[in-house]
């Protein structure tokens, strides 16, 4: 079964940036669209940005765009997430995961997550 990865998460100031990775192995990693999600306290885990499989398409959610960046590196079995202009609002657990695109989860399982926080 696949397994997923995340890393890079922390405490950050509104304003700064961070850079998330998620590596995957266990099935064909190139042939699966990925995607981020994450989930704040008291909150369901949502939806964030995705990527095709061959990094030449990306979708984002309305409150991340023009400030997070999705991408891949199929050599390595790893799907980055740029996050820039951070703001508190983003502070979550996040999550990778294989995607129907654009936007639901494949598989039922997931990773321990990273957790981002960021103050005000």
């Known amino acids: 079964q696949a397994q997923m990865v995340e890393s890079g998460g922390g405490l950050v100031q509104a304003g700064g940036s961070l850079r998330l990775s998620c590596a995957a192995s266990g099935r064909t990693f190139s042939s699966y669209a990925m995607g981020w999600f994450r989930q704040a306290p008291g909150e369901e885990r949502a939806f964030v940005a995705a990527?095709?499989?061959?990094?030449?398409?990306?979708y984002y959610a309305d409150s991340v765009k023009g400030r997070f960046t999705i991408s891949r590196d199929n050599a390595k079995n790893t799907v980055y997430l740029q996050m820039n202009s951070l703001k508190p609002e983003d502070t979550a657990v996040y999550y990778c995961n294989a995607i129907d695109w654009p936007n639901i989860p494949v598989f039922d399982y997931w990773g321990q997550g990273t957790q981002v926080t960021v103050s005000s």
């Open positions: 990527i095709n499989w061959s990094g030449g398409s990306t």
